[in-house]
């Protein structure tokens, strides 16, 4: 698992970049550009790419590697874990992280996917039909359990930094947002059992709509309530303290409602997720941070915005954006081809706009 003593030495191996590039997390520091692999075909040609980007990008600067079982039908997991292998970079320089929720198939899409949710899970005892939200997603204990395991072995590791409950807005199709939250509960519980047995190191939430709609949206789920369901499983798991540490959500020049939208309960107030996020101490993962490569063209971000914002490239100063905000611990960039991955982590070697130069583009 990712060290202090490790992240603060590969922070020292990389002087090139801005002073705020490398950022706190736990005891250690992690890049503010970190690598996603949600994208691209569940191919060997994709896998081959993928690995070189990883490991290029791993000897150049980002310890920030995101990941989830479902991606490229558990492809992305394992390639990440091959990577990680061959990489001249010590893995305990590098903060991975995963995430459990939908399903993931082995490697491409079955023909009868229904068939293998129900021999792999169903008939095994793993999860009950009633667990299932669309056919696809859970987020039971113990198939959550069942996740962190598979995940571990597809990344070829003793333990994951970072788990995720993946999106878990999605059992509210089925379920009240009471009931989503016991279940959460129920689920943080596991993960508290798993981090004391070293399995994990921090767990969170990652969420598409969840924590940056209003309370009255369908979909919504309030961090001050998730934070308090954490407490109470850490209790419950006899932990010394709750391993609850991140969260994840999109942001980017188009969708910034976690900056803008007051949508958590708060003693000071109703708060946008971003700034509950900052003041309860929880690392802010930002995905979609160019907007899955729709703000890499000229002329997407708005020119009063873009002229604040440093960088030789549209995606740079779009992932400047993203990290400009404030509480983002990293925000997350998809590169399956060296190219790309060069150009975004270069968005490092600038500064960030300043707190208040980031206020004023909301005004």
Known sequence: MATKEATWAYRNEFPEFARTYFRRFGEGVVSSVGLGTYLGDPTDAVDERYEETVRRALEHGVNVVDTAINYRHQRSERVVGRALADARVDREAVMVATKGGFVGFDGDRPADPGAYVREEYLDTGIADTEDFARGIHCIAPDYIDDQVSRSLSNLGLDTVDLYYVHNPETQLSKRSREDVYDLLEATFTRLEERAAAGDLRHYGVATWQALRVAPDH????????????????????????????????????????????????????????????????????????????????????????????????????????????????????????????????????????GANAFDETFE
């Open 218 to 353: 369908d979909l919504h789920l309030s961090l001050s309530e998730l934070v308090d369901r954490a407490r109470a499983a850490s209790d419950a798991a006899g932990t010394a303290a709750t391993h609850f540490r991140a969260v994840q959500l999109p942001f980017n020049v188009h969708m910034a409602d976690a900056f803008t939208v007051p949508a958590h309960d708060s003693v000071d107030g109703r708060q946008s997720a971003l700034r509950f996020a900052h003041e309860a101490g929880l690392n802010v993962f930002t995905s979609a941070s160019i907007g899955q490569g729709e703000l890499a063209r000229e002329g997407a971000i708005p020119d009063e915005v873009a002229a604040k914002l440093a960088g030789d490239t549209p995606a740079q100063r779009a992932i400047n954006f993203a990290r400009s905000a404030p509480g983002v611990t990293s925000a997350l960039v998809g590169a399956s081809s060296v190219e790309h991955l060069d150009e975004n982590v270069a968005a490092g070697t600038f500064e960030p706009m």
